[in-house]
């Protein structure tokens, strides 16, 4: 079992940065991989990054250059750092870790306007 919290969401205007964190419940280490994903009104839930226990990271098209993923492990903590907002980032973002199951967060939302 895996209890993730998510915190850092809130109202941003566009070219505007937000650094999300996701706190874990038991040592990240031992987690195969962790992830942020998002979903916006109307549309399908969606990988955003991820990284795994061995450090390799993903990131969709969408947010290439413009969003970093890293880890603390002292904290047991994961982060999403998300530059040069737009107004399409806006969305509901879940923290995702995957360790036999998915476990997820309950979720931060992100609202990119001006």
């Known amino acids: 079992q895996v209890q993730l919290v998510e915190s850092g969401g809130g109202l941003v205007q566009p070219g505007g940065s937000l650094r999300l964190s996701c706190a874990a419940s038991r040592s990240i280490s031992s987690i195969d991989a962790m992830g942020w994903y998002r979903q916006a009104p109307g549309k399908e839930r969606e990988l955003v990054a991820r990284i795994t226990s061995g450090g390799s990271t993903n990131y969709a098209d969408s947010v290439k250059g413009r969003f970093t993923i890293s880890r603390d492990y002292a904290k047991n903590t994961v982060y999403l750092q998300m530059n040069n907002l737009k107004p399409e980032d806006t969305a509901v973002y879940y923290c995702?870790?995957?360790?036999?199951?998915?476990?997820w967060g309950q979720g931060t939302q992100v609202t990119v306007s001006s």
């Open positions: 995702n870790a995957e360790h036999t199951y998915k476990f």
